[in-house]
């Protein structure tokens, strides 16, 4: 079971949430809340773990940021969806900047929701109509300046292949592609966007527009055409 939290200021949106994720048959709400603050002292207080996919309206009542929401989420634990209205890109931007797994419009249907609190839980970044448009509105947001190097590397290893059959496909030592992750993974966090794993590499990847669209592609970068 996938556990999931709730925390919208609208309690008519999360009756919604709650009544589709206990139809979905795979999900339990383990909390469902206004604020932050409320999940994690119910969290300190009952003493119970983290749940797996939080989701969260983008502007809550009480004053806080998108980007302190989000990160004290990320930090305890939890992967972060961004429910919205999708009116406000910016915002929208800094959640992702902050560690957002995807965001999912109030707009969209019940079943997409549940499809995407699905996509997270499986630690897959969610790439939809919202996440692309959020990240095409600001080409800033999706500028780590890395080098051509560091880009063939970044496309290959975010892709799946193991870092020492990057290394011979581009015809590098593994130490130097070793290096070149390392560097990617300063300049994301030099930008604001941390990358510490390798699915936040591949979601950085895919923010930029780095991915290879399939395997082919893949192998025409590693010949370098």
């Not at 499809?115 to 109509?129: H, Q, S």
């Not at 051509?148 to 015809?171: F, S």
């Not at 930008?191 to 592609?217: C, F, I, N, Q, Y």
């Amino acid at each position: 079971m996938t556990r999931v939290a709730l925390i919208d200021d609208h309690e008519s949106v999360r009756l919604g949430l709650e009544a589709a994720c206990a139809r979905a048959g795979t999900m339990h709400v383990v909390f469902s809340g206004s604020t932050v603050t409320e999940y994690l002292d119910w969290r300190a207080f009952s003493a119970a773990p983290p749940a797996d996919v939080v989701v969260l309206d983008l502007t809550l009542g009480d004053g806080t940021t998108v980007t302190e929401n989000v990160r004290r989420l990320v930090l305890d634990g939890s992967s972060v969806i961004i429910h919205s209205v999708a009116d406000r890109p910016a915002a929208v931007r800094e959640a992702l900047a902050a560690g957002a797994a995807g965001v999912v419009s109030k707009s969209s249907r019940i079943d997409d929701v549940i499809a995407a609190v699905r996509t997270v839980a499986k630690g897959e970044p969610l790439n939809n109509v919202e996440w692309a448009s959020a990240v095409e509105g600001d080409r800033e947001f999706a500028d780590a300046q890395l080098s051509a190097r560091e880009r063939d590397v970044l496309r290959l290893y975010a892709a799946g292949l193991p870092l020492k059959v990057v290394a011979d496909r581009l015809g590098v030592a593994y130490s130097t592609a070793k290096e070149n992750i390392t560097r990617v993974r300063v300049k994301y966090v030099e930008v604001g966007r941390p990358a510490p794993t390798k699915v936040d590499l591949l979601r950085r990847a895919m923010e930029d527009g780095l991915l290879a669209d399939s395997a082919s592609d893949a192998e025409d970068i590693a010949r370098g055409r």
